[in-house]
């Protein structure tokens, strides 16, 4: 098993499996500061996990949406299990679309004791924003052993004791 493959089982291990995940999601703000630069923006989101991606069940016209639809780029620390990570925002549109049917039940099953009382899918800016991994670090032990993922080639180097 390739160390690729090895971290990619620990993330399933910890975060798939219909597991509601609490991460940290920063965005860039869609105002720079006063010096003219830009301004992460961080909040707690409910995700789920799935393949190398977390989706979370939000609203299209909240700040965070907006700040993605300028500047797609986002980080993401999950709450207390040390994997921290770097991805593409992307709006798949109102949960109720056709092609999001599939998504949709395995979001409404993971978020099942929350999910009708904070979502309300007749309207179409209820929406599912994909979190896309690129580059993540899944530290074990508290840096005993570090694995660099890379979603996007595959690939991932170890650092530390092996796994």
Not at 14 to 42: H, M, R, S
Not at 102 to 111: A, C, D, N, Q, Y
Not at 122 to 149: A, P, V, Y
Request: proline share 2%.
């Amino acid at each position: 098993m390739s160390i690729y493959e090895k971290g990619a089982a620990i993330l399933e291990e910890k975060f798939g499996n219909n597991k509601d995940n609490v991460l940290g999601l920063a965005t860039i703000a869609l105002n720079p500061n006063a010096e003219g630069k830009p301004c992460p923006v961080v909040r707690d989101v409910d995700a789920y996990y799935e393949d190398g991606a977390f989706y979370v069940m939000t609203y299209t016209k909240s700040l965070k949406m907006q700040q993605i639809e300028q500047n797609n780029e986002v980080a993401i620390a999950v709450n207390f299990e040390w994997f921290t990570a770097s991805g593409i925002g992307e709006n798949l549109g109102w949960v109720m679309k056709p092609e999001n049917a599939e998504i949709r039940l395995k979001l409404r099953k993971t978020f099942e004791a929350w999910y009708e009382m904070a979502n309300n899918e007749s309207d179409e800016n209820c929406c599912i924003l994909k979190i896309n991994l690129k580059n993540g670090i899944i530290n074990i032990n508290h840096f005993e052993t570090l694995i660099r993922m890379d979603f996007l080639k595959k690939e991932a180097s170890l650092e530390g004791k092996e796994v």
